[in-house]
């Protein structure tokens, strides 16, 4: 069964720091893996998404991820954190793929984004 | 187009009341999705609908039923709401490829 785990449920930087969100993934075959960002009582919208192209992922807001099989990580990063990406991230992976993909996601539990001035 | 679309944004029931949350999608997708939201738990798939007229449980279905009546809406029915079920409540729609999830605004239900 696929599942994935956030290493911390909180981080907090300061502005202009990069960032750094960490996820580990288990999946007996290669997975999509998507990262989803909320902000305070808002929905979900989607930072980017792997989808066994380029390991390296680039999404919205400056934020990229690196999908690595050997470590079985797909981490968030961020040069330089701004106020505005205080928020909620969840590290996502899917459930099956190709034909066997149901298109349910399995979440990880979260990790809350604290940026200081 | 609005994508996903859900109805009521906000909920408060008592203990014993029933209730049930909409959900309608304008994208023609077959796929519909109820997931929940709890505090240091990330999102909980509820029920799903692979295509109109079926439905499966998820992880977490117990205390509620779902309906697939058409193609477009898929609603979530609590008949005996608990405070086990105060949650936010969203609603997705993946697309064909199922490379990215579109979800609905979500709703806050709070079970008094």
């Known amino acids: 069964a696929q599942s994935v785990t956030q290493l911390d449920s909180h981080v907090s930087v300061s502005e202009g720091t990069p960032v750094l969100l960490r996820c580990n993934y288990s999946s007996s075959y290669s997975p999509s893996l998507f990262w989803y960002v909320q902000h305070p009582n808002k929905g979900l919208q989607l930072l980017l998404k792997y989808t066994s192209a380029a390991t390296l992922v680039k999404g919205i807001n400056g934020f990229e991820a690196e999908f690595k099989k050997s470590e079985t990580s797909f981490h968030l990063t961020k040069p330089s954190a701004h106020m505005s990406d205080a928020a909620e991230y969840f590290c996502?992976?899917?459930?099956?793929?190709?034909?066997?993909?149901?298109?349910?996601?399995?979440f990880g539990q979260g990790t809350t984004l604290q940026v200081k001035p | 187009n609005a994508g996903v679309t859900q109805t009521p944004k906000f909920q408060v029931l008592k203990t014993g009341q029933s209730m049930t949350l909409q959900c309608a999608q304008d994208m023609n997708h077959n796929s519909m999705y109820w997931y929940r939201q709890d505090p240091g738990m990330g999102l909980r798939l509820i029920y799903y609908s692979a295509s109109e007229g079926t439905t499966d449980k998820g992880e977490v279905p117990n205390g509620y039923n779902v309906s697939r009546l058409n193609k477009r809406e898929f609603s979530l029915r609590l008949e005996s709401a608990a405070p086990s079920q105060t949650s936010v409540y969203f609603c997705?729609?993946?697309?064909?490829?199922?490379?990215?999830?579109?979800f609905g605004p979500g709703t806050r239900l709070t079970v008094l």
């Open positions: 997705a729609s993946p697309g064909r490829s199922y490379n990215e999830q579109f």
């Open positions: 996502v992976v899917s459930d099956g793929v190709g034909s066997s993909n149901t298109g349910k996601l399995i």
